[in-house]
């Protein structure tokens, strides 16, 4: 089971930049979807952006055409570049393969992301 360590969270004002970084402990070229999900406090945990292995995105409606995700099977490591962001968009932010999510298993710590002026 491959585990990922997410990480480049931080604090942001409204309309700024950040790029999250997720680290795989093992291969990730054979998972066939993995993903960005988010929660924020209050809500239940919600899929914002997935990536197969030949290249194909989807987007929640809520980030599509500010959030990018993007994979590097070289390197093992998943990518979530997000700009113009909004206060809404505070949550913790956690990658995770398809399937593992499905079965609620092999969730990480996540990384905090904070959007205020």
């Known amino acids: 089971q491959v585990q990922f360590v997410e990480s480049g969270g931080g604090f942001v004002q409204p309309g700024g930049s950040l790029r999250l970084s997720c680290a795989a402990s093992g291969s990730i070229y054979r998972l066939p979807v993995v993903g960005w999900w988010r929660q924020a406090p209050g809500k239940q945990r919600e899929s914002i952006a997935t990536?197969?292995?030949?290249?194909?995105?989807n987007y929640a409606s809520s980030v599509k055409g500010r959030f990018t995700i993007s994979r590097d099977n070289a390197k093992n490591e998943l990518y979530l570049q997000m700009n113009s962001l909004e206060p809404e968009d505070t949550a913790v932010y956690y990658c995770?393969?398809?399937?593992?999510?499905?079965?609620?298993?092999?969730w990480g710590q996540g990384t905090q992301v904070t959007v205020s002026s």
């Open positions: 995770n393969e398809w399937v593992a999510s499905k079965q609620n298993a092999n």
């Open positions: 990536i197969t292995g030949v290249g194909s995105t």
